[in-house]
């Protein structure tokens, strides 16, 4: 069974920074993708940013040029650097394991963590 812990969530001012962690522990594959995405209450779950596990990376659009995804040279660890945060980035954010297995992909979630911006 995999499991995901976030850490670093809280609340900052406008034009901020913050810096999420999320540690992944059990069996999963080399092949894999760990990232994050963020829901508002009453909004569908959306894409913050990925990265694979051979380093290819996506953003949504909403926070390209703002935030970074990395692995932090481990294969088990993602963090996410948000810089010059806005109120609309306030969310509670999840980070997400997509492990690949016998060429199907399994989906993972930890319980998320909230981050809120204030104006």
């Known amino acids: 069974q995999v499991r995901l812990v976030e850490s670093g969530g809280g609340s900052v001012q406008f034009g901020e920074s913050l810096r999420l962690s999320c540690v992944a522990s059990?069996?999963?594959?080399?092949?894999?993708?760990m990232g994050w995405y963020r829901q508002v209450p009453g909004n569908p779950r959306e894409l913050v940013a990925t990265?694979?596990?051979?380093?290819?990376?996506t953003y949504g659009d909403s926070v390209k040029g703002r935030f970074t995804v990395s692995r932090d040279n481990a294969p088990n660890t993602v963090s996410l650097q948000m810089n010059s945060l806005k109120p609309e980035d306030t969310a509670v954010y999840f980070c997400n394991l997509d492990d690949l297995v016998g060429g199907a992909w399994k989906n993972y979630w930890g319980p998320g963590t909230q981050v809120t911006v204030s104006s």
């Open positions: 990265t694979t596990s051979r380093g290819e990376t």
């Open positions: 059990g069996t999963f594959s080399r092949h894999n993708a």
